[in-house]
């Protein structure tokens, strides 16, 4: 299952984490391309196409992110706040995929305007569901890669 010009974004610093989610995405049999950086900065530096991330053929902006909370140098909290000050990035689809199950968490994430809120490990049946969900997200305009 793929949606056209579809690309993921896995904010997630646990290499183990990491291969879990790629050895379920390949089970859902989802096979856009998933981007993956191991911090908050990163993150931050990805979606402002900085350092590294600037070429926006290489490193395209993604269409949805999933994002650990519990990250090196700025965590998942962070990141969410950044996004959702960020116009351009602001209405982007986020989904939480963190080991944290406390209500608290849960809280902070959905007020700060998440998709959907997962404890690991990802399994192909959620990731199917999460991208079914991505097809019901209210339609936006496109992200502008120019504006960064």
């Not at 997962?118 to 496109?142: G, I």
Request: proline share 8%.
């Amino acid at each position: 299952m793929s949606i056209p010009n579809q690309v993921l974004l896995l904010v997630e610093d646990c290499p183990d984490d990491v291969f879990f989610m790629r050895y379920a995405l390949k089970q859902a049999a989802i096979t856009c391309p998933t981007h993956v950086v191991t911090d908050g900065q990163q993150a931050i530096d990805y979606l402002s196409g900085l350092g590294q991330y600037s070429d926006r053929s290489a490193f395209p902006l993604p269409t949805a992110i999933f994002l650990d909370l519990k990250l090196p140098f700025l965590n998942g909290f962070d990141v969410l706040s950044w996004l959702r000050n960020q116009p351009s990035l602001s209405q982007l689809p986020v989904i939480i995929l963190t080991g944290s199950s406390e209500s608290r968490d849960k809280e902070q994430a959905r007020a700060l305007g998440v998709l959907d809120y997962y404890v690991k490990p990802a399994t192909p049946s959620m990731l199917r569901a999460v991208m079914e969900s991505l097809n019901h997200v209210p339609a936006r305009a496109p992200l502008d890669a120019s504006r960064f």
